[in-house]
Nanobody, 125 residues
Framework: QLQLVESGGGLVQPGGSLRLSCAAS????????IGWFRQAPGKEREGISC????????KYADSVKGRFTISRDNAKNTVYLQMNNLKPEDTAVYYC??????????????????WGQGTQVTVSS
């Protein structure tokens, strides 16, 4: 059964850091781009970062560029999102997702068809 499970969220003060993990099972992670998305209360889900199947291509939304780093360890079937210098506006539920099509880098929300359950990130003093 295909599954994506996020972990690592929590409460952190502004300026702090968190590392999110996305553990994949039920499919060959090596073949697929993975994206990280977030949804704040009352807002639409937005894409914040994506990584190609081999990890050689990464993309970021302007709002997180320079603060967040996406990476993957295909041997561990896990994709990470390192989040530094967190701001209150980063507060949201964070989701990872698997691309629809293997071996293609996509970042748009409609390019993904399998989603994790999400992990809450709250940035507050």
């Amino acid at each position: 059964q295909l599954q994506l499970v996020e972990s690592g969220g929590g409460l952190v003060q502004p300026g702090g850091s968190l590392r999110l993990s996305c553990a994949a099972s039920g499919f060959t992670l090596d073949y697929y781009a993975i994206g990280w998305f977030r949804q704040a209360p009352g807002k639409e889900r937005e894409g914040i970062s994506c990584i190609g199947s081999s990890g050689g291509v990464t993309k970021y939304a302007d709002s997180v560029k320079g603060r967040f780093t996406i990476s993957r360890d295909n041997a561990k079937n896990t994709v990470y999102l390192q989040m530094n210098n967190l701001k209150p506006e980063d507060t949201a539920v964070y989701y990872c997702a698997r691309a629809r099509t293997p071996l293609r880098i996509v970042c748009a929300l409609d390019g993904y068809n399998y989603w994790g359950q999400g992990t809450q990130v709250t940035v507050s003093s």
